[in-house]
């Protein structure tokens, strides 16, 4: 696992990709978002996106590359405990509101804007 880590110094960027995404939290798709602290993973961004619901009004909206290292192979996951999210090749470790718990990282996590009409969340950058 370490061997996948780098230099934070010379760690390249997590490129833009532009994001412009929806997606009703009350469909059967994401039935985790129904509950505080529930997730759903999405294909948009640059290695796709993790939705995190903090109430029944506020949800988080992740990049899934890890900002240590971003080119590494791995795509950030929410860990089975549903505690925090931690990157599998590096092992970077980030709470659900995205800010880094345990290192090698040093910065959280590229957070997308979200807003909620209804039961619609849309997701951008």
Do not use: H, W
């Not at 294909?43 to 029944?56: L, P, T």
């Not at 089975?80 to 599998?88: E, Q």
């Amino acid at each position: 696992m370490a061997s996948a880590c780098k230099d934070s110094s010379s760690s390249p960027i997590i490129p833009q990709v532009p994001v412009n995404a929806q997606l009703n939290v009350s469909s059967q798709l994401y039935p985790d978002l129904r509950q505080d602290g529930g997730f759903a993973y999405l294909q948009e961004g640059y290695k796709g996106i993790i939705v995190v619901r903090q109430s029944a009004s506020s949800y988080f909206a992740f990049e899934r590359a890890c900002p240590y290292d971003p080119t590494n192979s791995c795509a950030l996951e929410v860990d089975p405990s549903r505690l925090f999210i931690v990157d599998p090749c590096c092992g970077s470790q980030f709470n659900l509101k995205g800010q880094v718990i345990g290192g090698p990282a040093i910065v959280g996590l590229r957070q997308y804007r979200t807003s909620l009409v209804a039961s619609t969340l849309y997701i951008s950058n």
